[in-house]
């Protein structure tokens, strides 16, 4: 399914789009196909539960940094989508294809000084 979600990424947004809710589709098919029936049934209620209306979805919620149109960092919220246990979707009204995303931060410190050499 990563190769299909990678292809999906180099369309045309209209395209992507559906590309990308029939690769969600087809997963949420897969895993349903391998769960005995009790665990289909709470697979399916977790999915409601997490994301209503997009059952085999991801979940949760939190805060990322970009860099905003004035170079300063911004926050917004996002929330996880569809994983496959290495990649997962992060899904934002705010985050566009491309936008730079703040990954670490450095600091400049000034070097300790030593008072002399150290005996050991």
Do not use: C, H
Not at 29 to 48: D, M, N, T, V
Not at 77 to 103: F, H, N
Not at 107 to 120: E, L, N, Q
Request: a neutral charge; charged letters at 30%; aromatic letters at 4%.
């Amino acid at each position: 399914m990563r190769e299909k979600f990678a292809s999906a990424r180099e369309l045309a947004d209209a395209e992507r789009a559906k590309a990308m809710e029939r690769n969600r589709a087809e997963q949420r098919e897969r895993i349903s196909a391998i769960l005995k029936p009790e665990q289909k049934k709470r697979y399916e209620e977790i999915a409601a539960e997490i994301q209503p209306g997009r059952a085999g979805g991801g979940g949760g919620s939190g805060r990322i940094w970009i860099v905003g149109p004035d170079g300063e960092p911004k926050a917004i919220s996002v929330r996880l989508g569809i994983t496959d246990g290495t990649a997962t979707e992060i899904v934002a009204d705010d985050l566009k294809e491309g936008t730079e995303v703040i990954v670490g931060a450095a600091t400049a410190t000034k070097p300790a000084t030593s008072g002399g050499p150290r005996m050991f």
